[in-house]
């Protein structure tokens, strides 16, 4: 009896000696997590060697794309006729539209959007008076009946001495900026 005991001893003594694994795994799945890597390789797709891509069409979060128009007079005027401004024209998004109208626009545009801002150089002398209503612009109506999408696409690609603003605003802002230059149409402000 002592003799089993002992070479049962020397079995469970030495069976712990092997260099090349871990061993006996009671749970294997504690070890090695059975869940999918990031960027691992996965047996799930076929072209399983490649991190997945976002399904067609998602769109980025916070990424809104309102604008599809091109930087010319046509896109300039199919704007005009039929981009629709997404936001809710309401005391809101007016206040904020002012705030970043205060920020990227007034320093040219003056306070209430009668030209006299700040910045004071010939080339920007030419400023226009956003209630101007006799003065006939690109789309061939004066500034005061400038549509939302025209006010969007000069924002968005510029024009001559004005800058493209896309860069700097997102276009929810430039959204906004746009209903806060409509109120601003309609302020005669000298
Ligand atoms: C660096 C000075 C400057 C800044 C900054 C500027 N503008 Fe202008 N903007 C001008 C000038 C100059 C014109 C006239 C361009 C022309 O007719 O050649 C103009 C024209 C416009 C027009 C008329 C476009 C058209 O289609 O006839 C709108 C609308 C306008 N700006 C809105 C804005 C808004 C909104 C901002 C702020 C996001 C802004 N601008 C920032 C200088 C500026």
């Given amino acids: 009896m002592n003799r089993v005991i002992v070479i ?22 504690m070890y090695r997590s059975p869940s999918l890597e990031t ?9 399983s060697l490649n991190a997945r891509k976002p399904v067609k069409g998602t769109i980025a979060r916070n990424y809104l794309s309102t604008f599809y128009y091109e930087s010319s007079l046509e896109g300039y005027l199919d704007a005009g006729e039929n981009a629709v401004n997404p936001f809710e024209n309401n005391d809101m998004n007016i206040e904020e539209g002012k705030k970043l109208y205060s920020m990227f626009c007034q320093h040219c ?10 910045i004071t ?12 209503g006799k003065m006939l612009r690109r789309a061939n109506v004066p500034m005061n ?24 605003l997102s276009e929810e802002e430039r959204w906004k900026i746009v209903l806060y230059v409509q109120e601003l149409q309609k302020y005669n402000a000298e």
């Fill in 39 to 47: 960027y691992g390789q996965n047996t799930v797709f076929a072209d």
């Fill in 145 to 168: 009946q400038l549509t939302s999408g025209h006010i969007f696409h000069a924002l968005t690609f510029g024009l001559n001495a004005m800058g493209p603003h896309s860069s700097q």
């Fill in 109 to 118: 545009h003056g306070e209430f959007g009668a030209g006299g801002g700040s």
């Fill in 8 to 29: 049962l001893s020397f079995i469970v003594i030495f069976s712990g000696c092997k260099n090349d694994g871990p061993g006996y795994e009671f749970m294997p799945n």
């Fill in 121 to 132: 150089h010939p080339i920007y002398s030419a400023i226009p008076h956003y209630n101007d």
